[in-house]
């Protein structure tokens, strides 16, 4: 099986997407030859893309959560078996290194899953809008839904007196480097700004040191020459693609960050401080993860048939002192788990 063959379902898909778009916005009023139509296309195939990956991406949020979490005890490990560059002892770190990712749950990969699942729809957008000029003339198969009369329009189709289908390299009019040079400069600094944002306001303390905080400031400005040096690689439309993702990760961290800030960094106390101006309970980390190992616990015992009722849930402040107010009778569902457990037993 060839590589094009393994590409072609990709193909398939981006196209399908991006001309059920184009014909939508042309329902609405837009011209259907019209570059700008044809770029808002791209970014509805972006929209979709990222829609479907939004439970990977709470995946991913859990993933990386725990590996900043976990980063005190990994540099435990590593501060044991500093200077010992003997096989044995790498060995053995290694696998002390795998049981603490294999005892907390962590997948180091699990961050990652998105962007893999992106690119081969990444790729495929680069070879139909690659293909474009030869599908016009009539020398490569038509992709799905993408007639040669739709290739011929969308090919010949420009913003700012750029092909969708035009690359940097091998250009010969200033509008293409131009629109190419802007693009790779907006992607850069989106990819800056969340990786920035992220560094800064949702990692712990703990977390901003050794060796995996240190690779991820090199990422930090290593992503935009990768920017640079591929980006004039690739045609107009891709570089479009890629710039609409990086603004949706950009928003889509700024929501989490805000809203589900990582315990003990700056964006929970950040958070913490708008809730009480707000008036609203205030939880310490500390007071969060009891709670939460409260639940967990409650529910394991359930499994086990040890106590029976619902799934117990988290409580804020204020109903937990409204609960004591009233008396034992109200306690939590977790609390008491710590009492009716080992009246079970007895």
């Known amino acids: 099986m060839s590589f094009s063959d393994i590409m072609f379902p990709f193909e398939w898909i981006v196209a399908w997407i991006t001309v059920l778009w184009h014909k939508l916005l042309v329902a609405i009023g837009m011209?259907?030859?019209n570059g700008w139509t044809w770029t808002l296309s791209i970014v509805g195939l972006v929209i979709v893309m990222r829609a479907a990956l939004i439970p990977l991406?709470?995946?991913?949020?859990?993933?990386?959560?725990?590996?900043?979490?976990?980063?005190?005890?990994?540099?435990?490990?590593?501060?044991?078996?500093?200077?010992?560059k003997d096989p044995e002892s790498q060995q053995k770190m290694q696998q002390e290194m795998m049981s603490l990712y294999r005892?907390?749950?962590?997948?180091?990969?699990?961050?990652?899953?998105?962007?893999?699942?992106?690119m081969p729809f990444f790729f495929g957008l680069f070879r139909v809008l690659n293909g474009l000029d030869e599908m016009a003339r009539g020398e490569k198969e038509p992709i799905g839904p993408l007639t040669q009369a739709m290739a011929s329009e969308a090919e010949s189709s420009t913003i700012f007196g750029a092909k969708l289908s035009d690359i940097f390299l091998g250009a010969d009019t200033v509008?293409?480097?131009?629109?190419?040079?802007?693009?790779?400069v907006l992607m850069s600094a989106t990819t800056f700004i969340t990786q920035h944002q992220l560094m800064r306001k949702n990692m712990p303390a703990a977390a901003l040191e050794g060796p995996f905080a240190q690779q991820q400031k090199i990422l930090l400005y290593l992503f935009p020459i990768i920017f640079a040096v591929s980006g004039v690689n690739f045609p107009i439309g891709v570089l479009i693609y890629w710039f609409t993702t990086n603004l949706w990760t950009m928003l889509q961290q700024f929501y989490v960050i805000r809203r589900m800030p990582a315990p003990g960094s700056q964006a929970e106390k950040d958070m913490q401080s708008r809730r009480r101006k707000a008036g609203k309970p205030v939880d310490t980390f500390e007071q969060t993860h009891e709670r939460e190992h409260d639940v967990e616990m409650a529910d394991e015992l359930r499994e086990k048939g040890v106590i029976s009722g619902q799934r117990a849930q988290p409580k804020g402040k204020k109903r937990a002192k409204k609960d004591a107010r009233k008396g034992p009778a109200s306690s939590s569902s977790a609390g008491a788990v710590r009492e009716s457990a080992p009246r079970t037993d007895n």
């Open 31 to 33: 011209p259907s030859e």
């Open 57 to 84: 991406f709470v995946k991913q949020i859990h993933a990386s959560r725990k590996m900043q979490l976990i980063q005190p005890e990994m540099q435990k490990i590593q501060k044991k078996y500093k200077g010992k």
């Open 103 to 118: 005892d907390t749950g962590t997948n180091p990969l699990a961050s990652c899953m998105p962007i893999l699942i992106q």
């Open 175 to 184: 509008n293409v480097w131009v629109v190419t040079i802007v693009l790779i």
